[in-house]
Nanobody, 127 residues
Framework: QVQLVESGGGLVQAGGSLRLSCAASGRTFSSYAMGWFRQAPGKEREFVAGVSWRGLRTYYTDSLKGRFTISRDGAKNSVYLQMNSLKPEDTAVYYC????????????????????WGQGTQVTVSS
C-alpha cells in the first residue's frame, strides 16, 4: 500500500514563499514520476508540476513557470514544491500524486494518469 502525506501548507502574504513536502511510503517511490496538483474552491483539480522518476525531467503548467520548482529526494522518499512570489490566485488545496505506471519517459499532466494521492495541504495567500 502506498501512502502519500503532504505538509508545509499555511497562510502567507502575497509575494511570500512556501515549500510543500510530500513523504511517500513504500519501496517503489523511486520508479514513479510524481506530480503536484491543486484544487481551488469550485474549480477542477489542475496540474501544477511533475518530475520524472529519475528526477531528470520536470514539467510545469505554463502560468507557473519561473515561480514554482519541483524536486525529489530518493533517499528521503520525498517530493517537494518550492513556491515563490505567491499570489492570491494560488490559494488552493495542494495534492501530491504518484504516476499510475512506473518508469515512463514522460511525466503525465492528466490527473487520471495518477493512482495514489495524498490528503492535501491547504495553501492560502492573502492580498
Amino acid at each position: 500500500q502506498v501512502q502519500l502525506v503532504e505538509s508545509g501548507g499555511g497562510l502567507v502574504q502575497a509575494g511570500g514563499s512556501l515549500r510543500l513536502s510530500c513523504a511517500a511510503s513504500g519501496r517503489t517511490f523511486s520508479s514513479y514520476a510524481m506530480g503536484w496538483f491543486r484544487q481551488a474552491p469550485g474549480k477542477e483539480r489542475e496540474f501544477v508540476a511533475g518530475v520524472s522518476w529519475r528526477g531528470l525531467r520536470t514539467y510545469y503548467t505554463d502560468s507557473l513557470k519561473g515561480r514554482f520548482t519541483i524536486s525529489r529526494d530518493g533517499a528521503k522518499n520525498s517530493v517537494y514544491l518550492q513556491m515563490n512570489s505567491l499570489k492570491p490566485e494560488d490559494t488552493a488545496v495542494y495534492y501530491c500524486a504518484r504516476d499510475r505506471y512506473e518508469r515512463r519517459l514522460v511525466v503525465p499532466t492528466d490527473r487520471y494518469e495518477y493512482d495514489y494521492w495524498g490528503q492535501g495541504t491547504q495553501v492560502t495567500v492573502s492580498s
